[in-house]
């Protein structure tokens, strides 16, 4: 909640600042968005690159707890362990 609100904060003193000097922001709203949605997954594809470039699976199991977070923002969800999951030894 706390990175929401330091984020519309950041976001409101960027549009005054634009508004002092009367300018128009740099990209469209809907264009901005898709952009920054853009480099997020874009970011996401190093990890990939890496297990793959490794021969590590790539599982869908995987991708929702290492990706989709930080996409989405969004904290993982905690999965239960189960004995296949941990690692021998």
Known sequence: ?????????????AGIV???LQVRS???PMVALLGLLGM?????VVPV???ALNRQ??????FRTE???????TPPAKTPTTPSDT???
């Open 1 to 13: 909640m706390k990175a929401f609100v330091v984020s519309l904060i950041a976001g409101i003193l």
């Open 18 to 20: 634009y508004g002092l």
């Open 26 to 28: 740099p990209a469209p």
């Open 40 to 44: 997020l997954v874009g970011e996401q």
């Open 49 to 51: 690159c890496r297990r």
């Open 57 to 62: 699976p790539l599982s869908m199991k995987w």
């Open 67 to 73: 990706c989709i977070p930080k996409i989405s923002g």
């Open 87 to 89: 690692p021998p030894g």
